[in-house]
């Protein structure tokens, strides 16, 4: 439940709710807004008799929140959830563009990419050093060496990085070198994995598992924020359908579902919710159109030559023209993409 404190209450009212909440084994979060001071009481709303805390003084009303995510929804935070990231702002509107390859394969490589996605318009450099490959005896990354391109990369363009950790150990190390860290849909509902990128209190790029409901998916992101790390990014990338043509169904919908769902910021990753790069613009531009708060594209710029998902790897050219034209659907919504 949330208890909404009066605008005139003081701080001993607030300690008291507090202190009430932890005594009966609950947890608390506060939020103090300009105007009135919000806490957030976290667990099974059954055990705690709302009119008791009603009652308290300098509270003007409680409300439960009815859905199992409750930090993620926006019952608990109605306005959208906004955090800086380098130059740049996540979410509340303006569009990030993040783009880099698949793998980081060497450190010609990575930092080629990268000058030409900045080049292009990119905002976050992409790429993968931990890779969770459907096949043993594929390409599994270059590891920590890869991270190590990746931040020289970094401070050849400026631009944050975005790039995956695969195991609860390993999350200390990437967060050495990375500013985002990417949870893959195949590691969504790794538990242990989600509070290890709660505790670490950096920006997460969660992404939807391939079978997941959209409230499984919020309810993964509550972990996250069950740790009090608030920076978490939601990440739509395809789930599976009987379809063959794509190597995911595009699902939209979830867009707007999450966003009216959650005040957490949505991207949208088209590259692998199609599979083929001849399809990655039109999902792209559709992203930004149903209201994404972001975009995580592939490129590559030689994708033939590339060591995982060349099929669906932008080269730097197709990219430089696709930002061009999410820009100007943005303009058509009355958005835009960050400058
Ligand atoms: C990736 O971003 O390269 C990746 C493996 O994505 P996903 O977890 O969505 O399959
Ligand atoms: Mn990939």
Avoid at 181 to 202: D, F, P, T, V
């Amino acid at each position: 439940m949330i208890v909404i404190m009066n605008p005139d209450a003081t701080m001993r009212d607030k300690s008291a709710v507090i202190a009430r909440a932890e005594d009966l084994g609950f947890k608390v979060h506060l939020s103090e807004g300009k105007e009135r001071t919000i806490i957030g009481i976290i667990g099974n709303d059954r055990v705690i008799n709302r009119e008791q805390i009603e009652r308290m003084t300098g509270v003007e009303r409680v409300v439960p929140i009815l859905k199992p995510f409750k930090l993620a929804s926006r019952e608990f935070k109605a306005s959208d959830t906004t955090f800086p990231l380098g130059n740049h702002t996540i979410g509340g509107g303006e569009i990030v563009i993040m783009a880099g390859p698949c793998s980081v394969e060497s450190r010609s490589q990575i930092i080629e990419t990268a000058i030409a996605c900045k080049e292009a318009g990119a905002h976050v450099l992409r790429g993968g050093a931990f890779k969770p490959r459907t096949s043993p005896y594929a390409f599994q990354g270059l590891g920590e060496e890869g991270l190590k391109y990746l931040a020289e990369a970094r401070e050849a363009t400026g631009m944050p990085i975005v790039t995956e950790v695969m195991e609860p150990g390993l999350v200390p190390l990437v967060c050495e070198y990375a500013d985002i860290l990417q949870i893959g849909a195949r590691n969504m509902q790794n538990y242990a994995l989600l509070h290890a990128a709660g505790e670490s209190q950096y920006p997460v790029l969660l992404k939807r598992g391939m079978s997941s409901l959209i409230e499984e998916w919020l309810m993964c992101a509550e972990y996250i924020l069950s740790h009090g790390n608030t920076r978490v990014m939601l990440c739509e990338r395809g789930i599976r359908t009987f379809e063959t043509y794509t190597r995911n169904t595009f699902d939209i919908n979830a867009i707007p579902v999450a966003k009216q769902l959650s005040h957490l910021p949505v991207v949208a990753d088209p590259s692998h919710a199609t599979g083929k790069w001849e399809y990655v613009a039109a999902a792209a531009k559709a992203s930004v159109a149903a209201g994404a708060d972001g975009i995580i594209i592939e490129v590559h710029p030689r994708p033939d030559e590339a060591m995982s998902d060349g099929a669906q790897s932008l080269k730097p050219e197709k990219f430089a023209r696709l930002v061009r034209e999410m820009k100007a659907i943005a303009q058509a919504v009355g958005r835009e993409v960050n400058p």
